[in-house]
């Protein structure tokens, strides 16, 4: 298996949180149910633990949490990176258990085949899930994802996930991801300005003339737009304009302002 299973740490010694019970027993249990690869026992009884929603300290919850995790990872050694990868998302980034050089095999082994297929621009043959708190893996999984969004034409997720990479990066890749961002930040600004023109025009389609407009809002804000003729009067009192639409359709201005709708 690539680790001893010798006896995990608890934390029988720390103290009660608001009264809040220790899972020593539990914590111990599920390390010997690791050691003699019973590793499915340590998820069943860890998701008991989480059913029962009762009152233990954090601390215990967390380890017991973790050693799920453990038992996933052992559990998933021969299946998929995302299986793989989802084990060591349980884990806590801060475990320090007996288990901690196999757990850290793992993360180097699985964050090795991340990078690869980054490189080799492979977004298809395998997939991962990282925990935020798994840093700088979490960042090349996230620049994965944008990547494997893009090849599958979902520029929405794109944008969703290029947008979780801090504008000050400077990781691996981060050449490549600035270059993308900017490419994806103009594509979406393009994309909207396209879906705004779209919602103007329905807007326009939609909009009748109405009294207080002015010559502008009548020519570029509806659906009557451009008069076939203008027919203007200038008097002392002012300037008075028919606009002369088809099918026996008037407007009429007072200094700029419609004041009549004839139909």
């Not at 050694?77 to 793989?84: N, Q, S």
């Not at 961002?181 to 909207?192: C, G, L, S, Y």
């Amino acid at each position: 298996m690539g680790c001893s299973k010798g006896a995990e740490k608890t934390n029988a010694d720390q103290p009660k949180e608001d009264g809040a019970k220790p899972l020593t027993q539990e914590i111990k249990q599920a390390t010997e149910y690791i050691h003699n690869e019973e590793y499915h026992k340590v998820i069943e009884l860890n998701q008991d633990i989480i059913k029962e929603n009762g009152n233990y300290i954090k601390k215990d919850k967390e380890e017991l949490a973790s050693l799920e995790g453990v038992a996933r990872l052992y559990q998933s050694e021969d299946d998929t990176m995302l299986i793989r990868s989802r084990g060591l998302k349980e884990v806590s980034i801060t475990y320090k258990g007996n288990f901690k050089e196999y757990v850290k095999g793992q993360r180097e082994a699985l964050k090795t085949q991340l990078m690869s297929d980054i490189e080799n621009k492979d977004f298809k043959t395998n997939f991962y899930v990282y925990d935020e708190s798994y840093k700088p893996e979490y960042y090349y999984y996230v620049y994965f994802i944008v990547m494997r969004s893009r090849e599958l034409n979902n520029d929405i997720q794109a944008k969703y996930y290029i947008d979780k990479i801090p504008q000050d990066y400077k990781g691996a890749f981060k050449e490549e991801i600035n270059d993308l961002r900017k490419v994806i930040n103009k594509e979406f600004e393009e994309e909207q300005e396209e879906l705004n023109q779209i919602a103007l025009k329905e807007k326009i389609a939609n909009t009748q003339p109405g009294i207080g407009m002015t010559t502008n809002e009548v020519i570029n804000e509806t659906n009557w737009g451009k008069p076939l003729d203008i027919n203007k009067t200038t008097t002392i009192n002012g300037v008075r304009e028919q606009w002369v639409y088809g099918g026996s359709r008037y407007l009429y201005f007072e200094d700029g302002i419609l004041t009549t709708i004839q139909e």
